[in-house]
């Protein structure tokens, strides 16, 4: 099946700067999402985007599915980012979301 | 919109008991899912439904049992409980096109403590 890797596994951030993650697929994308899991447990929707490009405030994410990777990007953080990050995509019959082993952010005053 | 909603949020459960986590969904959406997060072993998917009468099992359904009376409703079952189902439980619901599941939403969770 597809198989999903993230990077970085961590990510250490001062409030205001900018970052990058990454999202990596063994096989063709036939929907992708990426959530932000906070401190309190919610998995809250951030993107459905199979490919292009979209943008959401500060945060933006683009998926090139001809070369099977995800960017999610994230300009001027505050704290209320922290938090794990996880992109997921539909196994090949649809039953389930396959998601990566994410990124935990943390993001300091 | 409600969105996605679970009850309850906690649970502490003695061996062998059993339970209902309640799931329900406004969005009209026919396809719905139970996951569990656990630590180092990510969202795995337990039961899921493509609309009301039809349910069908995940990679880890042992132990677990659902049914789907109605499309918004989506309840899971611990018919006896042990320590190793301890963990986070995630309801979700997805839009379809053609007949796929698509976007997916979930709940806020219940954490469940077996002991």
């Known amino acids: 099946g597809i198989q999903v890797e993230q990077s970085p596994p961590d990510l250490i951030l001062q409030e205001g700067a900018n970052s990058t993650l990454r999202c990596n697929f063994s096989?063709?994308?036939?929907?992708l999402q990426w959530f932000h899991q906070n401190p309190w447990g919610q998995l809250i929707n951030l993107f459905y985007?199979?490919?292009g490009t979209k943008q959401n405030g500060r945060l933006s994410a683009t998926t090139v599915a001809t070369e099977r990777y995800s960017l999610l990007y994230i300009s001027s953080s505050q704290t209320t980012d922290s938090g794990v990050y996880f992109c997921?995509?539909?196994?090949?019959?649809?039953?389930?979301?396959?998601f990566g082993t994410g990124t935990r952010l943390l993001v300091s005053p | 919109n409600a969105g996605v909603t679970q009850t309850p949020k906690f649970q502490v459960l003695k061996t062998g008991q059993s339970m209902t986590l309640q799931c329900a969904q406004d969005?009209?959406?026919?396809?719905m899912s139970w996951y569990r997060q656990d630590p180092g072993m990510g969202l795995r998917l337990i039961h899921y439904?493509?609309?009301?009468?039809?349910?069908d099992q995940g990679e880890v359904p042992n132990g677990y049992n659902v049914s789907r009376s109605t499309t918004e409703d989506f309840p899971l079952r611990l018919l006896s409980a042990a320590p190793s189902q301890t963990s986070v439980y995630f309801c979700?619901?997805?839009?379809?096109?053609?007949?796929?599941?698509?976007?997916?939403?979930f709940g806020p969770g219940t954490r469940l403590t077996v002991t």
């Open positions: 969005m009209n959406h026919e396809y």
């Open positions: 096989d063709s994308v036939n929907n």
């Open positions: 997921a995509s539909r196994n090949t019959g649809f039953q389930k979301l396959v």
């Open positions: 439904s493509v609309g009301a009468g039809i349910t």
């Open positions: 979700a619901s997805s839009s379809q096109i053609r007949g796929k599941p698509w976007e997916q939403y």
């Open positions: 985007i199979p490919s």
